[in-house]
């Protein structure tokens, strides 16, 4: 099979886990009190990250028939990692890494893995056909220490020498997944120890290119200098060497090992503030890969690499805090004007945006997130309020039966509240539904939050749900006002981007304004592009065509990676919002629509006042969806 022809341009093969990273920074493991679960495992982060890169990696391993093995699964896939080989096993549960961040160079950690499902590889599980559809295999270490994962691995670098592959190692070691230290030390990074040194040194000869630390050299070639442990690696073995030497940077050694570190070129690195190194080494080889695989040279291939790398040990975890290849594109292109990638803010944002877990092109959305105006319905009809959560459960089922028949599962969600429809929330959630939910204290001006400061809220926010803020502005509120807004505003989007979450911002001109001219929704969202607020999604209200051209091209140059816009009701008529569509149809950054009170406010007034029962609610709300669905796409395809 020629290289042209691979599907696959590397195999990862190795560790697989969860990580448990403590959230509070400093403190004792023992008296760490929440974690942020990741992807974990050196070659599990290998493969995300070489994937995000642009490679088409696969990861082939095992793991758990349970939550934290989907989760892997997932994780994977929603990158675009081959998992054909990602083995469920049903046997054995997958494995957990539970670690804090005391400092920069203290990070205790445990390794659970007694009997976990990635060390239940074995031969059997290495297909020649998979091994020969890639154009290289890429192994870490830890699965050498073990007499069945090490034949799993040697049967595999041995059909890829028969395939004509390339093979990368990463030394990789962790004396504690050796048994040199007790189950609990983690954190120790070297031990020497002839028998590991003697067990690497017989599998060495299989790879074109290996790297490690000094360290990690230095149990590779039985010597802790560093040089002569490169010599001695160098005696068994024909590999390109690349010696890590931390933030200085990385060396590679194509042939003989001098004798001085003098007569060595040095690929410098780039300087951050440490947060956290662990992870740093999966960052630098998926880097390093890259270039590698793609035949740039080894300066290129060492500028990804120590770029990965530092970006990396600059951020909480692994896997999520290593760069895209947009991203890492980006810094390289200008990296002697950014002394600092952890402070940059064009690249903090560039992360965020190109790590979403996936995309949305069209949205067909039913806000019913009200909380006043039911409560004023529900006042209206002499019905109690504790009526509303009840109603909003039967929204959502007319919601989903829409939704089942229109065909859109993937183009659909909903804006839901916690004040009435946290059931509902419960109940959708999971379901690969958009779902947002709103902040805003109902008809604050100046804005405030219902539920307080943002940072306590998301904290239990499935990370699936999108952070909806309605905000009444005009261009031409007096300064003290605008000052006011701006901060609460400016505090939303720094804990959106400090939790991961998405942020949709609704702007809406108030009601008593003398110039309400559609012209003033340019000025406010060029005003928050000015302040540094980019949100995921816009919720704008009907415009005309030249408003959506000059939108349009505002959003092109402050942030072309915005996710979109949506078209609220403001519970116009149906024709009225059919206009509205027709209009904005042809805009590219108008995904779709968030529309309520249009859909359900006359059927549950009436269900309020029992005038009709729940079935008919159901149909009618059903049926009031369903046109706006057509009316939207009716308007795309005329546009």
């Not at 760490?32 to 088409?56: D, E, M, W």
């Not at 892997?72 to 494995?95: M, P, Y």
């Not at 560093?226 to 690696?233: E, H, I, M």
């Not at 304004?513 to 559609?518: K, L």
């Amino acid at each position: 099979m020629s290289t042209q022809q691979k599907r696959l341009d590397v195999i990862c093969i190795g560790r697989i886990a969860v990580d448990f990273y403590g959230q509070q920074i400093g403190a004792r493991l023992e008296d760490t009190t929440s974690f942020a679960k990741y992807l974990g495992g050196s070659s599990g982060n290998v493969a995300y990250g070489t994937a995000i890169q642009g490679l088409r990696s696969a990861m082939l391993a095992r793991v758990g028939d349970e939550h934290n093995g989907r989760f892997i699964r997932e994780s994977l896939q929603r990158v675009g990692c081959n998992t054909d080989a990602l083995i469920t096993d049903k046997k054995r549960l997958t494995a957990l890494v539970i670690l804090g961040i005391k400092d920069d160079e203290t990070f205790p950690l445990i390794f659970y893995r007694d009997n976990c499902a990635d060390m239940g590889l074995v031969p059997e599980d290495i297909e020649e056909s998979f091994i020969a559809s890639s154009r290289s295999v890429a192994v870490t270490g830890t699965h050498l220490s073990h007499p069945q994962t090490r034949a799993a691995v040697l049967k595999a670098l041995e059909l890829a020498r028969k395939n004509g592959l390339r093979t990368a190692l990463d030394i990789d070691y962790r004396p504690v997944l050796w048994g040199l230290t007790s189950l609990g030390d983690g954190e120790t990074r070297f031990i020497a120890s002839s028998e590991v040194t003697a067990q690497l040194q017989q599998v060495v000869h299989y790879f074109d290119l290996i790297v490690g630390t000094e360290e990690e050299f230095h149990i590779a070639g039985g010597s802790t200098d560093t040089l002569t442990a490169l010599r001695n690696v160098r005696e068994v073995s024909k590999a390109t060497l690349v010696c890590k030497r931390g933030a200085m940077g990385c060396v590679v050694f194509e042939h003989e090992i001098p004798e001085s570190w003098e007569q060595v070129t040095l690929h410098s690195g780039v300087r951050v503030e440490v947060l956290n190194v662990l992870g740093a080494g999966d960052a630098f080889m998926s880097g390093l890969l890259r270039g590698w695989l793609n035949d740039e040279g080894w300066e290129q291939a060492c500028r990804y690499a120590n770029a990965c790398g530092a970006l990396v040990v600059s951020r909480h975890g692994c896997a999520p805090a290593m760069p895209t290849r947009e991203e890492l594109d980006d810094f390289l292109s200008r990296e002697n004007a950014v002394k600092r990638p952890d402070l940059d803010s064009r690249l903090t944002h560039l992360h965020r945006v190109t790590t979403r877990q996936r995309a949305w092109p069209e949205l067909n959305i039913f806000a019913f997130d009200h909380r006043k105006q039911l409560v004023d319905m529900a006042k209206a009809a002499g019905a109690d309020v504790s009526h509303i959560p009840q109603l909003k459960l039967l929204l959502l089922q007319a919601a989903e039966q829409a939704v089942q028949q229109a065909g859109i599962e993937s183009k659909s969600g909903i804006l839901a509240d916690t004040t009435f429809g946290q059931r509902t929330l419960n109940a959708i959630t999971g379901k690969n539904r958009w779902i947002g939910r709103p902040i805003e204290l109902p008809g604050s001006r100046p804005l405030r939050l219902e539920h307080g400061n943002i940072g306590t809220q998301l904290a239990s926010w499935p990370m699936e749900h999108v952070v909806k803020c309605l905000v009444f502005y005009h261009p031409h509120d007096s300064a003290e006002l605008r000052e006011e807004q701006d901060a609460v505003l400016l505090d939303v989007w720094k804990g959106c981007n400090k939790s991961g979450h998405e942020l949709l911002l609704e702007v809406i001109l108030p009601e008593g304004q003398p110039d309400r001219n559609e012209a003033c929704y340019l000025a406010v969202l060029s005003h928050f592009y000015a302040l540094g607020i980019k949100p995921d999604w816009w919720k704008l209200p009907p415009l005309s065509t030249a408003s959506w051209q000059a939108i349009g091209t505002l959003i092109e140059a402050q942030d072309p990676h915005c996710r979109g816009i949506l078209l609220l009701g403001l519970d116009a008529p149906e024709e009225t919002l059919k206009l509205g569509f027709a209009a904005a149809a042809a805009a590219p950054w108008v995904k779709g629509f968030a529309v309520g009170r249009t859909i359900f406010a006359q059927p549950s007034s009436q269900w309020l006042q029992g005038e009709i029962d729940d079935a008919a609610l159901v149909t009618a709300v059903k049926d009031n969806y369903l046109r706006l669905i057509d009316y939207w796409r009716t308007a795309r395809e005329q546009a």
